[in-house]
């Protein structure tokens, strides 16, 4: 069924090329393509070819801050024609809706049914229809069941994603460009988004570009693959355009070199010596004294009946004596055992407190309730519990790599940040020497953190914690949003480590990752519900 | 943070009324009490004030929650103007080059209700107001910029954002050998580098909602709003409140015959 106030758009470029204000190669260059309306086309390349770049050009946003590498984009420079049916995408506001990856700025408002109406109320559609808009958009990314006034804040990263596409729908775009949009979800999440687009496709039989890493989730939705190489005077820009099983066909093996994630191929990483990838080397459940890993050394960290929170204690009020109030935890009663040599993986559903607890673990929050005891062989003579290191002392025992790379750069060059850890610790400085190696980082020595791709953020993150040397190292969802050459590099890695008598703990959805790891598996369950009464009357608010 | 700028189930009558029309009570009754230092009108005003509570949703737990600094700003303020303030009358406690005198304390009290009465309805206004309603009502009907408006309020959502960001990236550094610990320079430098790691973030974060914002057609110069923000009967007596409040206190005051324009500086 098709809903007859959406027109599909058609794109047409041609010898289309973008320059970004003060870059002296072109992003994108002699882009030759014709989509026909309806049509759903996958975009795929290696990192730098502007993928991102065509999709901003499309939405008409290019040449604004914030678009990629784009600062004030005045001197930009724009040949050839891109046009959607015959126009400039600029002078068409509302043709196409575009949706980028980071979910929270996708959400504009901060109540769910006047962040779907905003795209509308732009437009000038009129009240009531907007409303009769609105409620069928929440109905068709299947959001629905939330009351119009729920707040945006209180939705899970797919959720947000979905509301987004939403707002998108209530605009009655005949393109959807998503840029990304599942890069940042778990793989709950990942499906929930792209069952919600399949959806609003066969309602309105809208045009599709989608651009993605992880193949197989978007291939069967898609009818034509086309593969963008790195803009060059004499080449064209497309590589390869057809049906996906023709195009996966043709260019798999130059795909699986692009690092894309091709369906039906897992990257080969190094095995561990012991206990690691042998095939059926699933993490082993639960969390009894003996070592799931008969190799796993000795007992570095443990937790006991823990319970942990992002919150800080409160404080009572004057008629309470002031008392300390612990915070409500998101999970509570984790019983949990660290050894050298042995990878821990703590899975669970979202919001069931894995990243708090691996925190937690790492002595970067205080524990809500309960302990977490490092032993002898870790501590060192620093003291029993990790939270009350100094910070010097924390790196050279537990090193732990956030999700977000960027979140730990702490200067403006590669090789400083490398030397960071080792400079305060004032020894180790001949290890990083070997990690540009290890990790691929020789050549970026002198970039700013900031401008590396995210496969290159990701190496560097992990060598810069490993630079102080730590013997247990916490890792958070790894692996999110990374292409397959990075992703096999830190898993070989890792394995590489653990074999070396490091402790891996790592928060993950990924369970090829965990299985390349092997050791023990830590499943949390459902989040703890939210204790009403938390701001009872008497209770002084920071 | 996230709570304090949402009305948390807040259902009391006030929530209902149009931000706008409270808005001009508030400063109707904030006009009249900058004008005078005497109790009785800021006593007056105060009354009314709390009578309004109820009908706000706000408690006095909740009140202490959002405007502590208010409050407190006010007993600072009081108590320094009555050991500061020149003493006239019977001199109560002498403590060498501090003094406090009848006069001196009318004084001070003066200044603390004062301070109160003028924070209170400001801290009424926010507890039962929804940003999004006040910014619907500021750019339809009192017609400020709707660019503006909606860019501010897509920034103040940031904002909660931000402060769970800082926790964030606070712990991340410490992950890297950056402590708190240390000696008052060490720790500036601390802060200032996660400020650093904040603004970039902050900067990011807001160049990708712009291209959001963008992308949904924001910045035409014709929109339309889902919401039509519009006056009810509520609001005539709302802004009816606006006016009787201060002119109570007013008569009060010039009855009492302690009514002292501040800009005369009568003493």
Known sequence: ?542 | MRQALTLGGNRALLTRANPLAKFIGVVLITIALALSIDWVSASVALAFELLLFPLAGLTVALLWQRGWPLILAAAVGGWSTAILAPDHGRILLDAGIWSISEGSLQLGLGFLLRGLAIALPAVLLMSCTDPTDLADALAQQAKLPHRFVLGTLAAMRLVGLMAEEWQTIGMARRARGVGSHGNPVQRLKATLGQSFGLLVQAVRRASRLAVTMEARGFGGARRTWARQATFSRLDAWVLLGGILIPAAAVAAALGAGTWNIVLLGQQ
């Open chain 1, 1 to 542: 069924m098709t809903t007859p106030e959406v027109r599909p758009a058609a794109i047409s470029a041609r010898g289309w090329g973008w320059r970004h204000a003060g870059r002296s190669r072109p992003a994108v260059s002699g882009l030759d393509l014709e989509i026909s309306p309806g049509e759903r086309v996958l975009l795929l390349g290696p990192s730098g070819a502007g993928k991102s770049t065509l999709l901003h050009a499309l939405a008409g946003v290019l040449g604004d801050s914030g678009a990629p590498g784009a600062g004030d984009d005045a001197d930009a420079d724009e040949t050839g024609a891109l046009l959607i049916d015959g126009a400039a995408p600029r002078a068409q506001r509302g043709r196409a809706g575009l949706m980028q990856q980071d979910p929270e700025t996708q959400v504009v408002l901060s109540r769910l049914g006047d962040d779907v109406a905003f795209g509308a109320e732009n437009l000038a559609v009129a009240p009531a229809e907007i409303w009769r808009r609105v409620a069928e958009a929440l109905d068709d990314v299947g959001l629905a069941g939330l009351p119009l006034e729920h707040p945006t804040s209180a939705l899970s990263g797919g959720q947000k994603q979905r509301l987004a596409l939403a707002g998108i729908l209530a605009m009655r775009p005949g393109l959807l460009l998503l840029d990304e949009p599942t890069a940042n979800l778990d793989p709950a999440g990942v499906l929930e988004v792209r069952d919600a687009v399949g959806r609003c496709l066969d309602k309105t039989g809208a045009t599709l570009v989608v651009v993605e890493h992880r193949v197989a989730v978007w291939k069967d939705l898609v009818d034509r693959i086309v593969v963008l190489q790195p803009g060059s005077a004499t080449e064209s820009a497309v590589l390869l355009d057809g049906p996906p099983d023709r195009v996966l066909e043709q260019a798999r093996d130059m795909l699986i070199a692009a690092g894309v994630w091709v369906p039906g191929h897992v990257p080969a990483t190094r095995a561990r010596a012991a206990g690691g990838a042998d095939g059926q080397g699933a993490p082993g459940q639960g969390t009894g004294d003996t070592p799931a890993d008969p190799a796993a050394g000795g007992l570095l960290l443990a937790a006991e009946k823990l319970s942990v929170s992002r919150e800080r204690p409160r404080r009572a009020g004057l008629l309470k004596g002031f008392g300390r109030i612990p915070p409500a935890p998101v999970q509570a009663g984790i019983t949990a055992q660290v050894r050298a040599g042995e990878a821990l993986t703590v899975t669970g559903p979202n919001g069931s407190g894995k990243s708090t607890f691996a925190l937690t673990l790492a002595g970067l929050l205080p524990p809500a309730a309960g302990t977490v005891s490092a032993a002898t062989e870790l501590s060192r003579g620093a003291g029993i519990d990790p939270y009350t290191w100094k910070a010097q002392q924390l790196i050279a025992r537990i090193g732990t790599v956030f999700q977000e790379p960027e979140h730990q750069f702490v200067t403006g060059r590669v090789l400083d940040e490398l030397m960071f850890g080792p400079r305060q610790l004032g020894r180790g400085e001949e290890r990083v020497d070997e990690l540009l190696e290890r990790l691929r980082l020789r050549d970026l020595v002198d970039a700013n953190p900031y401008t590396l791709s995210g496969g290159e953020k990701r190496r560097l993150s992990v060598a810069t914690v490993l630079a102080a040397h730590p013997q247990v190292l916490v890792l958070d969802e790894p692996t999110f949003g990374q292409d397959a050459n990075t992703w096999a590099e830190l898993a070989s890695f890792l394995s590489e480590l653990l074999d070396a008598g490091t402790a891996v703990v790592s928060v993950t959805h990924d369970a090829e990752f965990s299985q390349v790891l092997g050791g023990r598996e830590l499943r949390l369950g459902a989040p703890q519900p939210e204790l009403p009464g938390r701001m009872a009357p008497g209770v002084a608010a920071p």
